[in-house]
């Protein structure tokens, strides 16, 4: 490997959200990498840096051409310039979706379990969640989607959006193209607005791809408001920025003037300039880190297998967020992550945060040094041996 994914970094103390916790703590929750970014990332901030002047910024050609050539080339996926818009990040872009498209009281079909903040994109907006809950196999440990009743929560008049996470946090599937094209025939016929989140898209098993829902086919295309970003597979969320692809041309103008009186639509002097480092010069950095990251993820699973048989690693290929099965322990999980924290330090998440079926799963972040992932294994057996005999 040409990059040094096992090297420490020490985040203690930086102010980090995921870090600035108890000392004795040890976090694997929030939805960052304890990597280091891509070396022509930091280059790029380094160098914007340097000139020691940090006014107003503007969205440059070169801003377009980054995100439109890596959607060609990583996911064959055509964009035209136009399309685009940038944002100070995909939940604001949500949320503004969410007060562009919808009215108060209306509903938003939600699949889950899910990233949680979209439920508060919603309600926060006096809007309903309408939950479409994920089908979970307990036996093939996979999720798969309830179509029959994804058709009743559409076909209801006051449904008039869903928000769709493909691939998908916290379960870590990657939606088939039947899938999303079942999807957009019935959001099609009941006159649901799909926002598409592909946040997480660059982040898949070596080898496996998604498929962005907007090149499904044309009824997907123009029925969808899709925010992709690069904060998620190069670990700069802190810098804060999204892009919003609308080919619908009445769609982008609605977002349009709705990310603009939200004053999300400008950059920071730091945003513009990692993103086409990333999409420019990360690739090679990426793959490396797909396969680390997939290295944890088989560390985890024989490790599970072998020492707390009674706990099951969903079946995902996406995500460094694992997804974990501790119905063999217990059906609440809140209580489970509580004790482990308060044994053994380790900050897990309860996977109730996500809704639907996840009373009994946590949530466990692996993008982090190989060494850590095995400390926090040693930890996570010590908390299910000590809670299974308390
Ligand atoms: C599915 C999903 N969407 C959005 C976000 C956050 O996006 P942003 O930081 O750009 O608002 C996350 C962060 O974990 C996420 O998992």
Same mark, same amino acid.
């Given at each position: 490997?040409?990059?040094?994914?096992?090297?420490?970094?020490?985040?203690?103390?930086?102010?980090?959200?995921?870090?600035?916790?108890?000392?004795?703590?040890?976090?694997?929750?929030?939805?960052?990498?304890?990597?280091?970014?891509?070396?022509?990332?930091?280059?790029?901030?380094?160098?914007?840096?340097?000139?020691?002047?940090?006014?107003?910024?503007?969205?440059?050609?070169?801003?377009?051409?980054?995100?439109?050539?890596?959607?060609?080339?990583?996911?064959?996926?055509?964009?035209?310039?136009?399309?685009?818009?940038?944002?100070?990040?995909?939940?604001?872009?949500?949320?503004?979706?969410?007060?562009?498209?919808?009215?108060?009281?209306?509903?938003?079909?939600?699949?889950?379990?899910?990233?949680?903040?979209?439920?508060?994109?919603?309600?926060?907006?006096?809007?309903?969640?309408?939950?479409?809950?994920?089908?979970?196999?307990?036996?093939?440990?996979?999720?798969?989607?309830?179509?029959?009743?994804?058709?009743?929560?559409?076909?209801?008049?006051?449904?008039?959006?869903?928000?769709?996470?493909?691939?998908?946090?916290?379960?870590?599937?990657?939606?088939?193209?039947?899938?999303?094209?079942?999807?957009?025939?019935?959001?099609?016929?009941?006159?649901?607005?799909?926002?598409?989140?592909?946040?997480?898209?660059?982040?898949?098993?070596?080898?496996?791809?998604?498929?962005?829902?907007?090149?499904?086919?044309? &009824?997907?295309?123009?029925?969808?408001?899709?925010?992709?970003?690069?904060?998620?597979?190069?670990?700069?969320?802190?810098?804060?920025?999204?892009?919003?692809?609308?080919?619908? &041309?009445?769609?982008?103008?609605?977002?349009?003037?709705?990310?603009?009186?939200?004053?999300?639509? &400008?950059?920071?002097?730091?945003?513009?300039?990692?993103?086409?480092?990333?999409?420019?010069?990360? &690739?090679?950095?990426?793959?490396?880190?797909?396969?680390?990251?997939?290295?944890?993820?088989?560390?985890?699973?024989?490790?599970?297998?072998?020492?707390?048989?009674?706990?099951?690693?969903?079946?995902?290929?996406?995500?460094?967020?694992?997804?974990?099965?501790?119905?063999?322990?217990?059906?609440?999980?809140?209580?489970?992550?509580?004790?482990?924290?308060?044994?053994?330090?380790?900050?897990?998440?309860?996977?109730?945060?996500?809704?639907?079926?996840?009373?009994?799963?946590?949530?466990?972040?692996?993008?982090?040094?190989?060494?850590?992932?095995?400390?926090?294994?040693?930890?996570?057996?010590?908390?299910?041996?000590?809670?299974?005999?308390?």
């Amino acid at each position: 490997m040409k990059y040094n994914f096992d090297q420490i970094n020490n985040r203690r103390n930086t102010n980090s959200l995921k870090w600035d916790i108890g000392e004795h703590e040890f976090p694997m929750w929030v939805a960052d990498m304890d990597f280091q970014t891509a070396p022509a990332v930091t280059q790029a901030i380094q160098k914007r840096a340097e000139s020691g002047i940090f006014g107003y910024n503007i969205v440059p050609d070169n801003w377009y051409d980054a995100i439109t050539g890596w959607w060609e080339k990583r996911h064959q996926t055509h964009f035209q310039k136009e399309w685009l818009i940038f944002c100070t990040g995909v939940i604001p872009a949500i949320t503004t979706a969410v007060q562009r498209l919808t009215n108060v009281g209306d509903n938003v079909v939600i699949q889950t379990p899910v990233y949680d903040i979209f439920f508060h994109s919603v309600e926060n907006h006096g809007r309903h969640v309408l939950e479409n809950a994920l089908h979970y196999d307990e036996q093939t440990h996979e999720y798969s989607m309830d179509f029959e009743d994804l058709e009743e929560k559409l076909a209801d008049p006051l449904t008039t959006m869903m928000i769709l996470c493909n691939p998908q946090n916290p379960v870590g599937k990657i939606w088939t193209k039947e899938e999303l094209v079942r999807i957009g025939n019935l959001c099609k016929k009941y006159h649901v607005t799909v926002v598409a989140d592909e946040i997480h898209c660059d982040i898949t098993e070596p080898g496996k791809s998604y498929v962005p829902f907007i090149s499904v086919n044309e &009824e997907c295309r123009e029925n969808c408001v899709t925010c992709i970003s690069a904060t998620k597979a190069f670990n700069i969320a802190g810098l804060q920025s999204s892009a919003v692809v609308i080919p619908d &041309e009445m769609l982008r103008q609605k977002m349009e003037r709705g990310l603009n009186s939200n004053e999300v639509a &400008e950059p920071n002097c730091f945003a513009i300039d990692s993103v086409i480092a990333a999409f420019t010069q990360g &690739e090679e950095w990426l793959e490396e880190l797909r396969e680390y990251i997939s290295g944890n993820r088989k560390l985890v699973a024989e490790y599970l297998e072998k020492e707390i048989p009674e706990i099951s690693l969903v079946k995902g290929d996406c995500t460094y967020l694992l997804w974990i099965d501790c119905s063999g322990v217990t059906k609440n999980a809140d209580e489970l992550c509580q004790f482990i924290r308060s044994k053994t330090g380790l900050y897990l998440t309860a996977g109730s945060q996500y809704r639907g079926v996840s009373k009994a799963f946590i949530r466990m972040n692996v993008a982090c040094p190989k060494v850590q992932v095995e400390h926090s294994l040693g930890l996570f057996k010590d908390g299910i041996i000590g809670f299974m005999h308390q």
